[in-house]
């Protein structure tokens, strides 16, 4: 999140520095051109700074040769001014970037960020320095002394005993380190607490590295495990695909494969003629339901895992083979596996729906022929 907003406040200087740079507002008469390097950075063409600083906005303004373009040199000052602070701002985080690009990690020593987090960083920097040198030769290196600390000179007046002026001098001296162990003392105790709350600073740090790597390792695992199950869900997705397509590849379709399932079905009841019953009866109410209603999508969808469906039809051999056979397709609608019939949309395919709805009313009267053996 701070390298994030890092970023974009350093790119945000760049832009309002390449917008300034792109203005070309002012172009001085009678002085030679002054273009400025900035090294990687485009430089502000024209540009005559110190001059400028001592000059009016109306007087530049009353030169027949000075050109004015979108901005004017107030605002351009302003402007500078402004990337200058925003850089200064931004100075104590560079700094600690900087260092964390030398920190590894205390138990791999690898380095502190990833490669792409390190390319980031360093872009980041660059582009930071870059500005900061554009800006220190705008503003020019103005060296300035202190001003002279002058002497003054004490008036005597009148003379002193010379056992007054011991007694004074003692007084003074006596002052001098009252004032003097006063000071160190107040040296120490800020000493001290600069010690204390040093210490506290580097504690909290540790700690808060140590909470950074402890919350870095849990992600880290947590994202593992979130790979692994979606891995493991594809491959079981991928394992049901194959296994419904071999599935389906293995059972005859059309009326002959209608037969066979419902023989396999009548013959894996055999010892029970009550369930059998129960199937027969259930397949023959749903294809009776689908070619009365067949726009109702409700009658051609039946699902795999129904308990009544499992319980009536799909736990004996056949039951759910004889769908297949009669044309419906292993489907996963609204996230729940079915047995689906498709109808063809009668408007532009009526052939293609005829030969389906001809397919259900053979398979309805299949069905009734096994019911009356």
Not at 20 to 47: E, I, K, Y
Request: proline fraction near 3%; charged fraction near 40%; include cysteine.
């Amino acid at each position: 999140m701070e390298l994030r907003k890092t970023e974009e406040e350093v790119n945000s200087i760049a832009n309002a520095y390449e917008n300034l740079r792109c203005h070309n507002f002012l172009l001085s008469g009678g002085q030679p051109d002054v273009r400025v390097d900035t090294s990687s950075l485009p430089s502000l063409d024209d540009l005559a700074l110190p001059e400028i600083l001592d000059r009016s906005e109306a007087e530049i303004s009353e030169k027949d040769d000075t050109v004015w373009k979108n901005m004017g040199v107030k605002e351009a000052l302003v402007e500078l001014e402004s990337i200058r602070h925003r850089l200064e701002v931004l100075r104590e985080k560079t700094v600690r970037f900087r260092q964390r690009l030398a920190e590894t990690d205390p138990v791999t020593n690898a380095p502190r960020y990833g490669e792409r987090t390190m390319l980031r960083v360093r872009t980041m920097l660059g582009l930071f320095d870059d500005l900061s040198s554009a800006i220190c030769v705008i503003f020019g290196e103005e060296e300035s002394a202190d001003p002279p600390a002058g002497k003054g000179h004490d008036c005597i007046v009148g003379k002193m005993r010379f056992f007054d002026r011991k007694e004074e001098e003692a007084a003074e001296n006596l002052k001098r380190e009252a004032e003097a162990a006063q000071a160190n003392e107040s040296l120490r105790r800020k000493e001290e607490v600069r010690e204390s709350e040093e210490t506290r600073g580097k504690e909290k740090a540790a700690a808060a590295e140590a909470k950074q790597r402890e919350e870095a390792e849990l992600h880290r695992r947590a994202l593992e495990a979130k790979r692994e199950r979606e891995d493991r869900e594809a491959l079981e997705a991928q394992a049901a695909r194959d296994a419904d397509r071999a599935f389906m590849a293995s059972i005859k379709k059309g009326p002959d494969g209608v037969r066979d399932q419902l023989f396999m079905l009548r013959d894996g009841t055999a010892s029970d003629p009550k369930a059998y019953s129960t199937a027969i009866g259930a397949l023959h109410t749903i294809f009776s339901q689908i070619a009365a209603h067949p726009e109702e999508i409700k009658f051609r969808r039946i699902r795999r895992d129904h308990p009544k469906f499992e319980e009536d039809v799909g736990r004996h051999s056949g039951g759910r083979e004889v769908f297949v056979a009669a044309g419906f397709k292993l489907e996963t609608l609204d996230g729940v596996p079915c047995f689906f019939s498709k109808e063809p949309d009668i408007e532009h395919d009526m052939d293609g729906w005829s030969e389906w709805f001809d397919a259900i009313k053979i398979s309805l009267e299949i069905i009734e022929e096994e019911m009356m053996k």
